[in-house]
């Protein structure tokens, strides 16, 4: 799995680059295996601006950005396709006009599932860009590190999925 990650952050960089764009990060689950392998990348400087891990709601709150309190008005809770979506689109947008691409993933690594009745295995992915898309996983697996990197190469592959296909959008303010 370790390899499997590790190239998809390398097929995902490759693309950044090739593309001229940068990505932005929030993952909850995964712990910052999905930031760790386009950071394994030389050169990773040229198409990652930043991450979070957003794993607590004083995280979530100070690193996102995101109000618990207006996710709950809104009906968004965590480890869900809405809020992969929000987190996604809000780590883009924090990390500036110069970011073309937001990446996250949300769930519940285990053992024994979340407060919200998810399962151990289940997590959320979504990309915020030129396209915009949130998958869901479900693992089966009662295994939280099997998990971790499980989320972390599903996220991946949505990534380069949408790379592979997303119509290129042009050079942007890096600043």
């Known amino acids: 799995m370790k390899q499997d990650i590790y190239a998809m952050g ?6 950044l680059k090739q593309r001229g764009e940068r990505i932005a ?4 689950s995964a712990g910052g ?9 030389p050169g990773a400087s040229a198409y990652f601006a930043g991450g979070a891990i957003t794993y607590s709601v004083r995280s979530i709150r100070g690193l996102a950005g995101i109000s618990i309190d207006d996710m709950r008005a809104k009906g968004i ?11 996604a689109a809000t780590i883009r947008e924090r990390h500036g006009s ?5 990446l996250s993933e ?34 089966g697996l009662d295994d ?14 949505l990534l380069v999925a949408v790379l592979e296909t997303a119509p290129h959008s042009g050079p942007r303010d890096h600043s």
């Open 144 to 157: 939280r590190v099997t998990n971790m990197w499980l989320f972390a190469e599903a996220a991946l592959a």
């Open 106 to 139: 949300t769930g519940a690594a285990g053992p024994g599932g979340n407060p919200y009745g998810d399962a151990s295995g289940h997590t959320c992915m979504a990309v915020s860009g030129p396209v915009s898309i949130v998958r869901t996983l479900e693992t």
């Open 25 to 28: 990060v929030g993952e909850t």
């Open 98 to 102: 110069g970011v073309t691409w937001g």
């Open 33 to 41: 295996l999905i930031s760790a392998s386009l950071l394994a990348v």
């Open 77 to 87: 809770r965590s480890s869900s396709e809405p809020y992969a979506e929000l987190l």
């Open 10 to 15: 390398e097929r995902a960089g490759a693309l």
